[in-house]
């Protein structure tokens, strides 16, 4: 998460949607950079609006904007099957390694699936609060170029994010069936993704 206190705006850390390289290059224009832990640093709305918000209004005097990035589900499945792969999660519950994505995304569709397919959802993270919480602005991962151009504009940078924390390259292949399923049984993903305008919200 990216505190930009005078801009009025906090950028908030979506898993697998490259933030991390945004946070790397702008943590030394950032007024707060909340890096760790990974519970805090890719807080979702939800827990933004209990612990962040209230230390904002109250000591700051202040309401930032939010803005989040999102991915398109399947892609973000990807990510999430790749990064599992890594040989540090070797033997560990969460480890992906020696199945295959198709297995993934299915058992992601469970309503308890296994701990290597539970991730969490885009939906959740940027879930509105009764108080008006919510996302101001929304980029989509495909069109990091026009985040790049509201942020230009917002902090007075010219960024140049840096490619970090990249998962292997892995083929991936899902099953037409499977595909069905995920739409199915997560639509409201797609809906959130499809529901961007072109550029940002």
């Known amino acids: 998460m990216l505190v930009f206190l005078k801009e009025n705006l906090v950028f908030l850390s979506v898993p697998k949607t490259g933030t991390t390289a945004y946070m790397e290059a702008l943590a030394p224009r950032a007024d707060m950079v909340v890096a760790n832990p990974p519970e805090l640093?890719?807080?979702?709305?939800?827990?933004?609006?209990?612990?962040?918000?209230?230390?904002?209004?109250?000591?700051?005097?202040?309401?930032?904007?939010?803005?989040?990035?999102?991915?398109?589900?399947?892609?973000?499945?990807?990510?999430?099957?790749?990064?599992?792969?890594?040989?540090?999660?070797?033997?560990?519950?969460?480890?992906?390694?020696?199945?295959?994505?198709?297995?993934?995304?299915?058992?992601?569709?469970?309503?308890?699936?296994?701990?290597?397919?539970?991730?969490?959802?885009?939906v959740k993270f940027l879930e509105p609060q009764p108080n008006g919480c919510k996302v101001t602005h929304v980029f989509r991962y495909e069109e990091l170029d026009k985040l790049d151009a509201f942020l230009n504009a917002r902090l007075g940078v010219n960024i140049q994010t840096p490619k970090a924390n990249v998962s292997a390259s892995i083929p991936l292949q899902l099953s037409s069936q499977t595909e069905e399923i995920l739409r199915r049984k997560k639509a409201d993903e797609f809906a959130l993704y499809d529901g961007i305008p072109q550029g940002e919200a």
Not at 76 to 95: A, E, I
């Open 41 to 122: 640093k890719h807080a979702p709305v939800y827990r933004y609006n209990r612990w962040f918000r209230p230390m904002f209004a109250k000591i700051c005097s202040a309401e930032p904007e939010l803005l989040a990035v999102v991915r398109e589900p399947i892609s973000w499945l990807g990510s999430w099957y790749k990064f599992r792969q890594r040989p540090y999660l070797d033997g560990k519950p969460t480890s992906t390694k020696g199945i295959c994505f198709d297995d993934f995304v299915r058992e992601y569709c469970r309503g308890k699936p296994a701990a290597f397919a539970n991730i969490g959802s885009q």
